[in-house]
């Protein structure tokens, strides 16, 4: 079974950084790209960034390229999402998500709950 | 950036209604769309990929179709659990943006 588990999230003050992991399970980790979205309280779902199996290459949305680093462990399984200078719009849900078929997401994660709150 | 307009917003729809989401891409994505289903509380799952895929396990009730920049998501015979909110997403370019959602509930 494909699994994946986000850890990391919680309450952080304004400008402050934050690390965010995605354990992944059921499933060859190094043969994937992945991804993390994010959604805002009763928003829609916003595409954050995609890394390649070997993180040669990484692709951003620009709003937030020079505020949040992907990275990934093969050997670990686990991708990571860091984020820095925090402010209250990137208060969200972050889900991390393996890419599939096109680059489409078919498999998710929980989401880890992140509060950006003095 | 390609902007996805999706339509409507909300929808309301009977027990084995067919219902039609629409998705309009700002240019031509060639195919590269997905559909989303997420449901209250619960992350998004996928339901169709290039367009008109239909994702492993996903009831055959869903089905996707569309071409250049206008895409659409039916659903035949609408079941209870069909109740949530609906997402398309472009991966023809960086940056994959999303359509604004659509809220589907019964009437």
């Known amino acids: 079974e494909v699994k994946l588990v986000e850890s990391g999230g919680g309450l952080v003050q304004p400008g402050r950084s934050l690390k965010l992991s995605c354990a992944a399970s059921?499933?060859?980790?190094?043969?994937?790209?992945m991804g993390w979205v994010r959604q805002a309280p009763g928003k829609g779902l916003e595409w954050i960034g995609e890394i390649n199996q070997d993180s040669s290459t990484i692709n951003y949305t620009p709003s937030l390229k020079d505020k949040f680093t992907i990275s990934r462990d093969n050997a670990q399984n686990t991708l990571y999402l860091q984020m820095s200078k925090l402010g209250s719009e990137d208060t969200a849900i972050y889900y991390c998500?393996?890419?599939?078929?096109?680059?489409?997401?078919?498999?998710w994660g929980q989401g880890a709950s992140v509060t950006v709150s003095s | 950036d390609i902007q996805m307009t999706q339509s409507p917003a909300s929808l309301s729809a009977s027990l084995g209604e067919t219902v039609t989401i629409e998705c309009r891409a700002s240019e031509d994505i060639y195919n590269g769309l997905a559909w989303y289903q997420q449901k209250p509380g619960k992350s998004p799952q996928l339901l169709i990929y290039n367009a008109n895929s239909l994702h492993t396990g996903v009831p055959s009730r869903f089905s996707g179709s569309g071409s250049g920049t206008q895409y659409s998501l039916k659903i035949n015979s609408l079941q209870s659990e069909d109740v949530a909110s609906y997402f398309c997403?472009?991966?023809?370019?960086?940056?994959?943006?999303f359509g604004a959602g659509t809220k589907l509930e019964l009437k």
């Open positions: 998500a393996r890419a599939g078929a096109g680059s489409s997401m078919d498999a």
């Open positions: 059921g499933f060859s980790f190094n043969d994937y790209w």
């Open positions: 997403q472009q991966y023809y370019d960086y940056p994959y943006t």
